[in-house]
């Protein structure tokens, strides 16, 4: 099979599995990468290029030209994820015997802990909001749904009210892939969430409106966050997706287990929720030695 009928079968597998345009886009271009590169490997056109024409060598000599080039280990690794699940879907497909791919080791990253907020600076970002005023409700909504509840940015602006149960404290979101989960919605979201609700005169289905009455956008979370920090002083650097962070971390420091912090997140593996215990092991060695007398 040339290569562009597998992109062509590949790109609508990965649409049947709910990838959004983006990640297929994103596929598509680093997959026509390695194509354009093996095709001068091999001393063919690239239209005349055919799956079977590929083994472990090539994959590898592709990598080491990357490294050469000085691209760094997470491009090449999500470069190498691209090439694994189209060789998997090709192999299963029943279209390839063996994968060129199974033997090539992916590159060692070392994995960055998360940033978060302490919890007098989050106390601090959920006092700013001018909740006298309809858009200053609606900011405390939206700080509430961040850190109380760790919502992505992406499943807080596409909330509607039905997906909102007030009365049992409970909140449902459409997380990546389309998969959704419930969570628990904390009682001072619920007073934020029914005192910006009476404030409003329409009866939009949009839980967070902007001011021109239409649905909020994932820009104008972050510049609603970047008014608060203003507001309240904060020198760091602070994006949405930190709230996220504190609500996992804080969860962890005060108990909770792992698993639980899993489903709340809606992390498909546990591996991704992990790493909010190594940073808390992190803070708790930095704690111990700028206290303990033996630590200096």
């Known amino acids: 099979m040339l290569v562009d009928e597998a992109l062509s079968l590949f790109a609508g597998h990965l649409y049947s599995q709910n990838r959004s345009d983006l990640t297929v886009v994103a596929y598509q271009t680093d997959l026509s990468q390695f194509f354009q590169f093996t095709a001068i490997e091999q001393g063919v056109k690239p239209e005349a290029l055919a799956v079977d024409m590929i ?49 090539v080791a992916s590159p060692k990253l070392g994995r960055k802990l998360p940033h978060f907020l302490y919890l007098n600076q989050v106390e601090g970002l959920l006092k700013a909001s001018d909740c006298s005023k309809l858009l200053g409700s609606r900011d405390q909504v939206i700080m509430e749904l961040l850190y ?32 959704e989960r419930v969570i628990p919605v904390t009682n001072h979201a619920i007073k934020a969430i029914e005192r910006y609700l009476e404030m409003r005169s329409d009866n ?34 602070v994006h949405p997706h930190m709230l996220r962070h504190s609500f996992a971390t804080h969860l962890l420091d005060g108990g909770a ?10 992390h498909q593996k546990l591996s991704s929720t992990q790493i909010y215990t190594h940073l808390t092991r992190e803070r708790i060695k930095e704690v111990y030695a700028s206290s303990h007398p033996r630590a200096k």
């Open 148 to 179: 109380g509840s760790g919502l992505r940015v992406s499943e807080l602006v596409g909330l509607n009210r039905e997906n909102i149960d007030l009365e049992n404290g409970l909140i449902r979101v459409l997380g990546k892939g389309n998969k």
């Open 204 to 237: 939009d289905s949009v839980l967070l409106l902007n001011y021109k009455g239409t649905r909020l956008s994932d820009r104008s979370i972050r510049r609603i966050l970047n008014k608060l920090v203003t507001k309240v002083s904060l020198e760091q650097h």
């Open 55 to 103: 083994d472990v060598y090539i994959v590898r000599s592709f990598l080491g030209a990357l490294a050469e080039h000085g691209l760094s280990r997470k491009s090449m690794a999500r470069k190498l994820a691209a090439l694994r699940s189209l060789f998997k879907f090709l192999c299963r497909q029943e279209i390839l015997v063996a994968n060129p791919v199974q033997r």
């Open 257 to 266: 287990d792992l698993r639980s912090v899993q489903e709340l997140l809606g």
